[in-house]
């Protein structure tokens, strides 16, 4: 049978434009990755501090195997949360985006949670009211919390 | 446009659809849960009967040829267990499209904006997400819905003896691989009364007797009996109730639960609520806030089964008479296999369960659809309806991906803490054979980049639900 001519072509679009949108949107973008082009991906791998930000358990351990440190600051870019004036550990990374068995996977594999950056840790879970994290930090033990934030110097965050 | 012109762009478009999902699915390892331990098992196993047979004794359930399936990929992996398994589930989603393209009959440029549409129905509805982003190791869900379709197709075809033998094999099967394997029976018969004759009388008599010999087998020989409450968990109102509280609230009444999952079931695939029983409309504002997507998901299926509905009550006076043309068919076929697809579910809700339901009320949506281009000319306002509904199913057809996208960083994650997790289910492997298993799988999980990692730091998860 030959197609009807006479389909009203503005409510065809209406009916399956966004249908054709979607299968044409899926086939660019699969034929962008297959010549090595991701658009939405920034440039640079992802460093610890992402992948702690981002809850990618694996990608640390990937990284990690790789002969990333975790105790390296470095930038966090696009995740939920964002370095403003300073590089995060791993684990400021991990606090701030409130991932207790991310900060306890860091620790199992060499993350330093001492007097140096057990005072930052927990002023930033107080700041938070991130009850998990302070017991998190207080069964840790090695080092004794901070009597008053005041004097503490702690990573400055924008959700 | 000339019928074989909208034939191929019908299949253009389901092939970009079927490679989007295909890329998503292979960006996803091997799940730690629901996977590794039947692959263990499939390891243990002395040989494929042997699994079978061992998968017999099972109370409650009736299902050898999964187990049979599981055990064949396993023993052909020739230890890529990541490529067999995966390659079968490539093989199901190719099917599902391609059998979908042939089910829609597209002929005219009109046939192909209903496609479209449709197509978006059948990846963005809910209960198509479930036969994708996971399996156990195979995705049996989407395998009935595979062979569902093939015995429609069946019917709708010019028919012979070999149709009749192609339906009841399919129809022992499915049967054998889980209970909705029975819809394919529901889908012969309702398709052969409204006029499809491509499986004879004879077939379907066959496969009536297919499904009583079933039910002997089920009730009689094995006495396998039906799942009780303390087999799994299920939603019920706001919440989700595990076997031990199901106990307590329906255990002198547990038909009250039952009537409950059918309805849910039911509205689960008509209005995108309640969600695997659970009224997510209601339970989100107590919790985190109601999700746009709750809301788009609500408002988009409540008026495409509107669509429906209004369609299906000016066929009414037709179908009264027994007048019955094909467009009638695949709605009337829809709506048979959602009602069985829900009272098969009666023993608790889940969204996967419903995705033969789910596939044949894309088909529906494509017949009315189809009546939306073809008809009179729509008012504007009608048509900026239309185009908002149309839009949310794309949304909802793109949001799949994203949530497929969440499930790869997800189950990588598992792989992490995989050795904790067996032990919690006293699942330890035993051999060394087991143990390498576990590590080869373990390291191939974690070696593999899931997509865009960026993505998770959008709230992607309030939009795509």
């Known amino acids: 049978m030959i197609g009807k001519p006479n389909a009203n072509a503005l409510q065809g679009l209406a009916v399956g434009g966004p249908g054709v949108i979607v299968a044409v949107a899926i086939l660019l973008s699969l034929g962008l990755q297959a010549a090595g082009v991701f658009p939405f991906e920034p440039a640079g791998q992802m460093t610890l501090s992402e992948a702690a930000a981002l809850e990618s358990e694996a990608d640390i351990v990937r990284l990690l195997r790789t002969g990333a440190s975790p105790n390296d600051p470095a930038w966090v870019r696009r995740t939920r949360i964002r370095a403003v004036h300073a590089a995060l550990t791993p684990l400021e990374a991990a606090m701030t985006a409130r991932h207790v068995s991310v900060m306890t996977l860091l620790v199992d594999n060499g993350a330093v949670l001492d007097a140096r950056n057990l005072p930052a840790l927990w002023c930033l879970a107080a700041s938070q009211r991130n009850h998990d994290a302070l017991g998190w930090l207080r069964s840790r033990g090695g080092a004794e919390p901070p009597s008053g934030c005041d004097a503490v110097r702690f990573p400055r965050i924008r959700r | ?465």
């Open chain 2, 1 to 465: 446009m000339k019928s074989r012109s909208a034939r191929l762009v019908s299949w253009v478009l389901a092939a970009g659809f079927a490679a989007g999902v295909c890329a998503s699915l292979l960006s996803i390892p091997v799940q730690v849960t629901d996977s590794l331990i039947p692959i263990l098992q499939a390891q243990s196993a002395p040989s494929v009967t042997g699994a079978v047979v061992a998968s017999a004794d099972s109370a409650a359930y009736l299902r050898p040829l999964r187990i049979a399936q599981i055990q064949v990929l396993f023993e052909a992996s020739g230890g890529d267990y990541f490529f067999v398994y995966k390659a079968f589930h490539v093989a199901l989603v190719l099917a599902c499209l391609a059998l979908f393209v042939v089910a829609a009959r597209v002929r005219t440029a009109g046939d192909v904006w209903a496609f479209a549409c449709a197509l978006t129905v059948l990846t963005g509805l809910h209960t198509f997400l479930g036969t994708v982003w996971e399996a156990y190791p195979i995705n049996h869900f989407l395998e009935v819905v595979v062979l569902c379709l093939c015995v429609y197709v069946l019917a709708e075809s010019r028919g012979g003896w070999w149709t009749d033998v192609l339906a009841a094999l399919a129809f022992m099967v499915a049967a054998l691989t889980l209970e909705s394997g029975l819809l394919l029976w529901v889908v012969a018969a309702v398709a052969w009364l409204t006029g499809a004759k491509g499986i004879s009388r004879r077939g379907i008599v066959l496969m009536t007797a297919l499904l009583v010999g079933y039910l002997v087998l089920r009730f009689g020989y094995y006495a396998t009996g039906l799942p009780t409450l303390v087999e799994r968990s299920t939603g019920f109102g706001t919440m989700k109730l595990d076997p031990p509280e199901l106990l307590r609230r329906f255990g002198d009444r547990p038909m009250m639960l039952y009537a409950y999952n059918v309805v849910s079931s039911l509205g689960s695939v008509l209005f995108s609520q309640p969600r695997a029983g659970v009224w997510t409309l209601l339970a989100e504002p107590k919790a985190q806030g109601l999700s746009p997507g709750t809301v788009m998901n609500v408002a988009v299926s409540l008026l495409t089964t509107m669509a429906i509905a209004v369609w299906s009550m000016r066929r009414w006076p037709a179908w009264r008479v027994r007048q019955f043309q094909r467009d009638d068919r695949v709605v009337l076929v829809a709506l048979a296999v959602t009602v069985a697809n829900a009272v098969l579910s009666y023993g608790y809700t889940k969204d996967e369960i419903m995705s033969p339901a789910g596939v044949f009320y894309a088909l529906a949506v494509c017949v009315v659809a189809r009546d939306l281009v073809m008809g009179p000319r729509r008012a504007w306002a009608m048509l900026l309806v239309i185009g908002i509904v149309t839009a949310g199913w794309a949304v909802r057809a793109a949001g799949l991906h994203y949530q497929m996208h969440q499930m790869a960083h997800d189950v990588r994650n598992e792989w992490v803490t995989v050795d904790a997790w067996l032990e919690a289910q006293r699942a330890s492997p035993a051999t060394d054979e087991a143990r390498a298993l576990v590590h080869q799988l373990r390291e191939d999980a974690l070696a593999r980049v899931a997509g865009n990692p960026w993505g998770l730091a959008l709230q992607g998860t309030r939009v795509f639900r």
